[in-house]
């Protein structure tokens, strides 16, 4: 069997990405950040803290899995496209803008600061994801030049250094009560929970290795990722700051065997899938804004130490809910927008790339 990687997206790639998308949106549910529902799951009874916690177990290697599968097939490449990252802002700061437009219409109370402040690029993602896409074909130099065996070295040093040891020090350090600043090798402070450059860089080369090395997993992946998911469930009672890290050494096994469970899925290709899924990145755009407006109207906290029918009900309802105005708000924005991307067209660096080949940008 060739180890080369085709650059058409087959539909099992497609609704991967679809089913990462809800679990970034049950994520979102359960943020503590957005007092969601884990932030009152201390004092719900125990059969509904036992489904959180399971709903974010099952759902954490959302990120890391988006991140494997651009190195899946980006690992090759030689050249990236400066217009992608430039049409990944756009639809960031452009949705974000409209949204908060409305949300000032509906609430008739105007501000300035913040439409200015909804034209700041602030995600996160968009950051660390555009850094490693603009650096790919520097980062494919590496793994073009390691042999099998040097290559199997890499990537396992690469664990080590940016998952085992900060999932180790950080993790046994906050169980123990123990200071383990200026102990990682990713930060003086830590492992930034995996929210960093290095853990991107790390889900990158995964998913670059698992192309070059043709891994398939068979049916051993779904194992793979039901057991790495008790562990992760298993460890959010022990500790939870740490063992829903992104770095977590088994949150990128599971990352890893939820990418290869969809790789080995043989199925044809669906225009319907692959239709939706062009929508995945406006919908992680938007549905941030959707499930603060449902927590305005929802009583989360109540919600969380209700009967457990009830939050199982609550939870999926609004997830589907939230996918599908999510869905409707990109086809109708990205429409909208058209004028303002023929615009963009005409800018002769937009479109330039940036290349190892003997022609730069």
């Known amino acids: 069997m060739s180890n080369t990687v085709t650059s058409v997206r087959s539909s099992n790639f497609e609704l991967m990405r679809l089913f990462l998308i809800l679990f970034v949106i049950i994520l979102h549910f359960n943020d503590t950040s957005r007092q969601g529902a884990l932030s009152f799951v201390q004092n719900a009874p125990f059969a509904n803290k036992c489904f959180l916690y399971l709903m974010e177990s099952l759902t954490i290697c959302a990120v890391n899995t988006f991140v494997i599968l651009s190195g899946y097939f980006m690992t090759r490449k030689h050249s990236s496209n400066i217009r992608k990252v430039i049409d990944l802002f756009l639809t960031l700061v452009l949705y974000h803008f409209l949204l908060q437009i409305g949300s000032e219409i509906y609430h008739q109370n105007f501000s300035i600061s913040k439409i200015i402040g909804s034209l700041i690029p602030s995600n996160y993602y968009a950051w660390l994801y555009s850094t490693v896409f603009l650096l790919a074909p520097f980062l494919n130099i590496i793994m073009d030049k390691l042999e099998n065996n040097k290559l199997d070295c890499f990537i396992v040093l690469l664990l080590i250094l940016f ?89 990128i096994i599971q990352a890893t065997s939820f990418f290869l469970m969809f790789k080995n899925l043989n199925i044809k290709k669906y225009d319907l899938i692959n239709t939706l899924a062009k929508s995945v990145w406006g919908i992680f755009v938007i549905h941030g804004y959707l499930l603060n407006i449902y927590s305005k109207f929802e009583n989360v906290e109540q919600l969380t130490t209700d009967s457990l029918t009830a939050l199982v009900w609550h939870l999926f309802a609004s997830v589907v809910v939230v996918l599908i105005i999510s869905l409707i708000l990109d086809k109708i924005f990205s429409v909208c927008l058209k004028p303002i991307h023929y615009v963009v067209d005409k800018i002769v660096f937009v479109n330039k790339t940036i290349s190892t080949d003997k022609k730069v940008i």
Not at 207 to 220: E, M, P, Q
């Open 163 to 251: 998952s085992i040891i900060p999932s180790v020090f950080d993790f046994l350090g906050s169980k123990m009560n123990i200071e383990v600043g200026g102990m990682s090798p990713i930060s003086q402070k830590g492992n930034g929970k995996g929210f960093t450059l290095c853990n991107f860089i790390l889900c990158y080369y995964i998913g670059g290795y698992l192309s070059r090395k043709c891994v398939t997993g068979n049916g051993k992946a779904f194992l793979t990722y039901v057991v790495s998911t008790f562990v992760i469930f298993i460890g959010l009672f022990i500790n939870r700051s740490h063992a829903l890290d992104y770095c977590n050494i088994f949150v």
